[in-house]
């Protein structure tokens, strides 16, 4: 990625292929352009998709209606800027990309350095005219709602929130199975060769939800180096539920019947069900099946999780 860096490898412990830039690490997808495969037990090798086709009641439960597992999970490293960008919500995306899925999404910042941005929202007033005179004068980012991101803040971006980040920010991303994308402006920036990124300025302009004003971000205190337990709801939406939970003794959790995902932020834990016992480590993330149940974890010293939940 023209905008990525090497935190991946440096910060959550990613093996790159190479020494080139790196933005995105696909963690949980049913995507078809990425699709997760089990790392180990009985069924190391097998895709999400092959569950999803052959185990789906034992991985999602009563959300049988998903024919793709619904959630998406990332890291990503925003070393430069991030495109302004836009993704459509269900009506849209049947008009401008049909085939695709909508995407809401959520970020939960992990580390950021000093002077850093992120850009989520309108500015009040601003308006699809005094967007396109922006667009016309190259000062889309004076139409955007900014804030300089610390580590443990979590900002929700519901489909159709123009959007931006860069500067040094390193992030964990929850998001609808969709990889629809409109770029709006992409920083007046040009490759080696001269050439702008595709823009696609009028689809863009047609997935903005104009009423979608500043995205103000939800901070965790205290994140990552303080060790107090601290349960936090961050938001619930379709087609999840997120939380924060930093524990210093054993973590239980009943899932109720739904898949669940673990984001490991920080620090380190076992997880532990009726047979093994696996190591929790920061950078991964673990997709528990509706038939498990239930999880014990038992942190070592003190972990930061993000806990995402499957909803209808």
């Known amino acids: ?156 971006l519901p489909a159709g929130t123009v959007h931006a980040v860069g500067g040094g920010v390193l992030m964990a991303e929850v998001q609808q199975t969709s990889d629809a994308t409109f770029r709006l402006f992409d920083w007046n920036r040009l490759d080696a060769q001269g050439n702008a990124r595709q823009l696609h300025i009028e689809e863009a302009l047609a997935c903005i939800d104009w009423n979608q004003g500043p995205a103000v971000p939800l901070h965790v205190s205290g994140f990552p180096n303080d060790a107090t337990s601290q349960v936090k709801p961050l938001v619930s939406c379709p087609p999840f539920t997120l939380e924060f939970v930093r524990g210093t003794t054993r973590i239980c959790r009943n899932f109720a019947g739904r898949p669940t995902l673990i984001v490991v932020l920080h620090g380190e834990a076992i997880l532990e069900d009726t047979a093994t016992g696996e190591r929790l480590a920061r950078g991964q993330t673990w997709l528990l099946p509706a038939s498990m149940g239930k999880v014990d974890i038992h942190p070592h010293e003190s972990v930061s999780l993000l806990f995402c939940h499957c909803t209808d």
């Not at 690490?25 to 895709?47: C, K, N």
């Not at 989520?120 to 900014?146: F, I, N, Y």
């Open 1 to 156: 990625m023209v905008w990525g860096g090497r935190r991946l490898a440096t910060k959550l412990g990613k093996q790159l292929p190479d020494d080139q830039l790196y933005g995105e690490s696909w963690e949980i997808s049913d995507h078809p352009l990425h699709r997760s495969v089990v790392a180990d037990g009985p069924l190391a090798g097998t895709t999400l998709r092959q569950l999803m086709e052959t185990r789906r009641e034992e991985l999602l439960g009563p959300a049988t209606k998903f024919s793709t597992f619904p959630i998406l999970v990332k890291f990503l490293d925003c070393s430069d800027w991030l495109s302004v960008q836009v993704h459509p919500d269900e009506e849209a995306v049947k008009k401008l990309w049909p085939g695709e899925g909508s995407k809401t999404e959520a970020w939960f910042v992990i580390d950021a350095e000093p002077g850093s941005r992120m850009y989520a929202g309108l500015k009040p007033g601003v308006g699809q005219r005094e967007m396109r005179a922006a667009l016309h004068a190259g000062t889309v980012a004076e139409c955007l709602h900014s804030f300089e991101p610390k580590p443990g803040d979590f900002v929700f």
